[in-house]
């Protein structure tokens, strides 16, 4: 077991040296990046960060307004693309990329398999989106391989549902837009030559986040369909389920479980794609809304991917957590989100709202899946730490990365410009400000700081910038390279309740240990209020770690501050000064001091 840390980047923007930032601003104005910005310095400088993995989010080809009829790919409706620069989750071929990201849009593919030739060079890992659970109201595949056909192209339309349908049906009724979209029109009410015909669809199909009506509502997801795994109308499964025993077997069982039975026709066609980019090279995937898709199909998918590929990367989103250790232990995912407990807890914190004691009760109740739940505190869904709405200084989101990185063996995800302080400020057309858009085309002030017009050093960041993504590199460094992080979590809250007083609900402290490293993880949240703690290492952690009466000096890694840990009758006390927003990464040393025998 071995940590890891994921870089999430929103591709089509990293590269942007722009900084018009007109709402609903095109390509031109506001500036689009392409894959040819992740330069082998790019690149070096990510994987400097501490990064194990990127992950590439917006990669195939999704709706977009820009004209490439050239190229060969048709126009989509306005109507049904959301903000200028289209959703990533409304993919309409999953045989190509987004050509907004290629230099040349006729080798878009050809430019990104390049990129994942450096990342692999720079010794990172890629990961890219797949969306199971919807797809593009409009799909057409122009780089299919051989024997693959389109979604809903053998479909009965006249249907509802037939469990080798792709797509569930609204017979004998047309689609509608959705009303409201005649207050907040496509494009921001810009006219476009497309948008004199209505957009046609007959018969309508089910919207991607399950509405079945002919006319969804605003915010459904009414640019996406859903797909079709074989669960009936009425919730029953058309497909054989997995027994529950499967739940403590490996990938191999679950291959050869589904190897011979027959199964709906949606999932043999999200095999194959997650086949054909593994043999480009991909190294793990990303599943949106992975909740929404039956456990049964992960299982299926899963193992395949891992018969090709043992070492792939595979993450999810699933946000019920009474379904997590399903969606693990049957659905055979790696890593999920750890977003409803963690994330939610940290982020109270934060804002005042919470308190540190919810940690320790997460880290207990997840204890048998904690390698599994991926830890992050910013991502293209969530509010920027930075914005007002939710730290509104980036500063402060420091004690809550200390925790997220160290909490548990389970890797640790930032979102690019997270490490720079970007607050996603913009008014960037259909995206709003608190959140780096997704929809538009826009620059990322702090980020493009770092970027430097393409010399990636760093040199138009201020000073209190610099210092920040210095404290994350050295604390992603060092959780990359510990093995303690992967060793035993030792609880250090409750003992220490009484002690941490006023700011029981701002001050954190943990242990984690191995063989070959003890490690003493503390902060504080409060950005107002100091406190000197005695912290106590109970016994117990003392006896466990083999530490003999006396002295021990503790660095911490992230100052290169040195404290002095004090073991009397077994009992230890290491004299801390919380300051406001203090992060400590702990590493005991060498005795000494040893006690005299009495």
């Not at 970027?451 to 993504?469: H, I, T, V």
Request: proline share 5%; aromatic share 12%; glycine share 8%.
């Amino acid at each position: 077991m071995k940590k890891q840390n994921i870089y999430q980047v929103f591709t089509r923007l990293f590269g942007n040296t722009q900084n018009c930032n007109a709402p609903w601003g095109t390509a031109e104005q506001n500036g689009v990046g392409k894959f040819s910005d992740f330069t082998h310095k790019a690149l070096n400088e990510i994987r400097a960060l501490g990064i194990s993995h990127i992950w590439y989010t917006g990669i195939p080809h999704h709706a977009v307004v820009n004209d490439y009829s050239k190229f060969g790919i048709d126009n989509d409706h306005p109507s049904i693309v959301k903000g200028r620069a289209g959703s990533p989750y409304a993919v309409k071929d999953y045989y190509s990329v987004n050509p907004d990201l290629a230099d040349d849009p006729s080798r878009r593919n050809q430019e990104f398999y390049a990129l994942i030739n450096r990342t692999h060079d720079a010794g990172m890992k890629v990961i890219i989106d797949i969306v199971p659970n919807h797809i593009a109201r409009v799909y057409k595949g122009l780089n299919n391989p051989e024997g693959v056909t389109d979604f809903g192209c053998s479909d009965n339309a006249s249907l509802e549902y037939h469990r080798d349908n792709n797509f569930y049906y609204i017979p004998n009724q047309a689609f509608q837009l959705p009303d409201v979209l005649a207050e907040n029109p496509p494009l921001g009410g810009e006219s476009h030559p497309l948008l004199q015909e209505a957009y046609n669809e007959y018969p309508a199909k089910w919207t991607g986040n399950g509405s079945r009506l002919a006319k969804p509502n605003f915010d459904d997801w009414y640019e996406t369909v859903k797909v079709n795994y074989g669960v009936k109308p009425d919730g029953s499964y058309d497909f054989d389920r997995l027994p529950d025993e499967y739940r403590h077997k490996d990938h191999q069982a679950h291959f050869e479980f589904w190897l011979n039975r027959d199964v709906p026709n949606s999932w043999t066609k999200f095999r194959d794609i997650a086949l054909f980019w593994t043999k480009q090279g991909v190294d793990g995937f990303r599943y949106d809304m992975a909740e929404m898709v039956p456990v049964e199909f992960w299982s299926y998918m899963n193992a395949w991917i891992k018969h090709h590929n043992p070492n792939a990367f595979l993450m999810a989103e699933v946000y019920q957590p009474e379904l997590y250790r399903d969606y693990i232990q049957l659905g055979k995912m790696d890593y999920l989100y750890d977003k409803v407990d963690l994330y939610d807890s940290l982020k109270a914190v934060i804002q005042g709202k919470g308190s540190t004691s919810e940690i320790g009760r997460i880290q207990h109740e997840l204890n048998d899946i904690e390698h599994h739940m991926l830890h992050f505190l910013d991502n293209h869904d969530e509010q920027r730490v930075a914005s007002p709405e939710f730290a509104g200084n980036a500063e402060k989101g420091k004690p809550a990365m200390l925790i997220s990185a160290c909490l548990s063996s389970s890797p640790t995800m930032i979102y690019f410009g997270q490490e720079v302080g970007e607050p996603g400020a913009e008014m960037a057309g259909f995206g709003q400000p608190s959140r780096t858009s997704i929809f538009d085309y826009i620059g990322v002030p702090h980020h493009q700081r770092w970027m430097n017009q393409g010399a990636f050093d760093g040199g138009q960041l201020s000073e209190d910038e610099k210092e920040l993504r210095d404290f994350y590199q050295k604390l992603l460094n060092l959780a990359l390279n510990s093995s303690a992080l992967c060793g035993d979590y030792h609880d250090l809250y409750a003992t220490n309740y009484q002690n941490f007083g006023e700011l029981k609900d701002q001050l954190y402290a943990f242990a984690r240990s191995s063989v070959s490293e003890k490690l003493i993880i503390a902060s504080n949240f409060s950005d107002d209020d100091s406190k000197s703690v005695n912290l106590v290492i109970p016994a117990s952690l003392t006896t466990e770690w083999n530490l003999v009466d006396g002295e021990y000096e503790v660095v911490d890694q992230l100052s290169q501050t040195v404290f002095t840990l004090t073991i009397n009758n077994g009992a230890g006390i290491l004299p801390i000064h919380f300051t406001p927003l203090a992060s400590f990464y702990l590493s005991l040393g060498e005795l000494i001091n040893k006690e005299q025998s009495r």
